[in-house]
């Protein structure tokens, strides 16, 4: 193997909002064609980038491990086996695991998961299928637990776990309602995935009156992504027992000073909501059955999923940075390479 590995490393810890400095483009000798006992040699397909990885460039996540100045950029990778080592897996096999930024990666094997061609494009195994669908479905089942009736409001309605949370709430019987930053992403979210309204966030001052609108029966439960005065929106509009799943806060990740507040807690206390934070990794010992339901609704259009590509490695880190800018709808991905045709 003569091509040499390009792989991104965290150059800076980012201060506010990052941008293309805090990235480090290097090129590296392939690791060993011949992986250690246990080992396989993988080569990237699809890199995933999503809004939690902020948090690791300057250990502000609480819950993910900080990445190290110099250390390799790590995240959901979809590639192709090149070469096992007592894995059970064969060259040509489509896996899946938390591999680095890089062209060629060496894992455990038992740190992989395969990927079933024959469920959807294999890159869905980013999204609706990955880790995004996962957080979506548990987050929604199992944390803000929408019924029939109910009125179910998703913030980043337009995003990779927004747009599945909504679905499956919708699934449920729940009346959908989403936030969402263009009109374009409106138009996604009600035509296509079927919310039965979006607010489209960036044309209104007033998100209380946009929601009084859009939910004018109170939210009985919320999927939070963002964060910031649209949730202090939802929050002052809970009905009784009202549920709220926290996913993310995406609209603070670049914050210098964090906002004064919360302000909004006191409207718990007579609606008796309850607020609840989560991670999808909660849920680990279940991921199997989530991706089977989930591949189903995909399966019988229950389920609709888009994703925004991005080509080539050397572009990963505007992927990254756009997500901050709303660039994306559904799950933004970097394509780094082709299928070999080794299946």
């Given amino acids: 193997m003569v091509d040499p590995n390009r792989q991104w490393r965290l150059a800076e810890r980012p201060e506010g909002t990052p941008d293309r400095d805090v990235f480090e483009f290097v090129e590296t000798e392939v690791p060993d064609p011949e992986p250690g006992p246990g080992e396989v040699l993988v080569r990237t397909r699809y890199l995933s980038v999503d809004p939690y990885m902020r948090g690791r460039m300057d250990g502000t996540s609480g819950y993910a491990d900080a990445w190290e100045v110099g250390d390799p950029l790590q995240g959901g990778v979809v590639g192709e086996v090149v ?58 089942r199992e944390v803000a637990q929408p019924g029939a009736g109910d009125t179910f409001v998703v913030t980043g309605a337009a995003g ?40 489209n966030y960036e044309a209104t001052d007033d998100y209380g009156a946009a929601l009084d609108e859009a939910a004018p029966d109170g939210v009985d439960a919320y999927f939070d992504n963002v964060g910031g005065p649209i949730t202090d929106a939802v929050f002052t509009r809970l009905n009784l027992d009202a549920r709220v799943a ?81 660039e994306n709808i559904g799950k933004q991905l970097v394509e780094v390479g082709e299928e070999t045709g080794q299946q």
């Fill in 160 to 199: 990779a776990v927004g747009s599945v949370a909504g679905q499956v709430a919708a699934l449920s019987g729940a009346r959908v309602v989403g936030f969402a930053g263009s009109d374009e992403k409106v138009r996604f979210v009600e035509d296509e995935l079927g919310f039965d309204a979006c607010v």
């Fill in 246 to 326: 926290v996913c993310g806060q995406i609209s603070m990740y670049n914050a210098t000073e964090t906002p004064a507040g919360p302000r909004k807690l006191r409207h718990l206390i007579g609606t008796r909501a309850t607020v609840e934070g989560f991670l999808v990794s909660d849920f680990a010992p279940r991921f199997e059955a989530a991706t089977e339901q989930l591949a189903e609704w995909v399966r019988s259009g229950d389920v609709q999923y888009r994703e925004t590509v991005t080509e080539g490695l050397e572009n990963a880190p505007e992927a990254f940075l756009g997500l901050f800018e709303g």
């Fill in 83 to 140: 070469e096992s080592n007592g894995t059970g897996f064969e060259a040509g096999d489509i896996v899946t695991g938390n591999l680095r930024w890089a062209d060629y990666s060496t894992a455990a094997g038992t740190d992989l998961r395969p990927v079933d061609p024959d469920l959807a494009p294999v890159s869905a195994a980013l999204g609706v299928l990955g880790m995004p669908g996962r957080t979506a479905y548990f987050g929604t």
